[in-house]
C-alpha cells in the first residue's frame, strides 16, 4: 500500500500536496519525522516517496517545484525539489564508455548496465555480440551533475538504475563522489 492515497495539483506554483493514507500509523509516522536525530535521512525518504508517487500519477514532463505532505487538513512538511539535480535529456551524441574486460558479455554488460543488447550492437557498429578485451562500447547516457546533498545511491534511484553501472560507466572505483562532478548515467534501455 502507497503512504500517499491522493494529491493535489497547484499548476500556477508547480506544487504537489500529497496525503498521507490515513490506514499508514500516522503517530508513529510524525514521530519518527520530527525525531531531531536523523531528520535529513527521513526528509530523503519522504522525498523520495512523493517523487515515486508523482512518478507513477503524473506526466514525465511535468515540472515540480515543492511538495506538500498532508495528513488529513495538517500540513506535516513542505519538500523543495532540488531543480539543479534534475533529470536533464541526453544530449546528441552524449556516451558513457565501458571498457571490455576478460570474460565479459555482451549479455552480460547489457543486464549490468540495463541496456537492451541490440541497441549496445547499434550504437557501436557490432555485427556480432564477439567482444575483445580492451575494447571500449559507447553507452547512451545522461549527464548529472553532483550536488551537495547527492549520494550515489540516490543518483542510482532516481536515474532506476545501479550503483555499480554508474561506478562502471565513470570507472569510480568508490561510492565517494564530490559536489561538481559530472556523471555519465547509463540510460535504461531494457
Request: proline share 4%.
Amino acid at each position: 500500500m502507497s503512504l500517499f492515497y491522493k494529491h493535489e495539483w497547484d499548476e500556477e506554483n508547480k506544487e504537489l500536496t500529497l496525503y498521507i493514507n490515513p490506514s499508514e500509523a500516522f503517530f508513529e509516522f510524525a514521530v519518527e519525522f520530527t525525531n531531531q536525530k536523523g531528520s535529513n535521512e527521513r526528509k530523503e525518504n519522504l522525498l523520495g516517496a512523493a517523487r515515486q508517487y508523482s512518478k507513477q500519477l503524473l506526466p514525465v514532463t511535468q515540472n515540480i517545484k515543492s511538495y506538500r505532505v498532508k495528513f488529513q487538513q495538517f500540513l506535516v512538511a513542505i519538500l523543495k525539489e532540488k531543480q539543479e539535480s534534475l533529470l536533464t535529456e541526453p544530449e546528441i551524441g552524449e556516451y558513457g564508455f565501458y571498457k571490455i574486460k576478460p570474460n565479459d558479455t555482451l549479455k552480460d554488460i547489457s543486464q549490468l548496465l540495463q541496456i537492451n543488447e541490440s541497441v549496445l550492437m547499434k550504437e557501436n557498429n557490432l555485427v556480432s555480440d564477439t567482444l575483445f578485451v580492451g575494447m571500449e562500447l559507447k553507452i547512451p547516457a545522461y549527464r548529472h551533475t553532483v550536488v551537495p546533498s547527492d549520494s550515489l545511491q540516490k543518483v542510482a534511484q532516481r536515474y532506476d538504475t545501479t550503483k555499480e553501472a554508474i561506478r562502471k560507466i565513470n570507472k569510480l572505483n568508490t561510492d565517494c563522489i564530490s559536489p561538481g562532478l559530472e556523471l555519465k548515467i547509463p540510460m535504461r534501455m531494457v
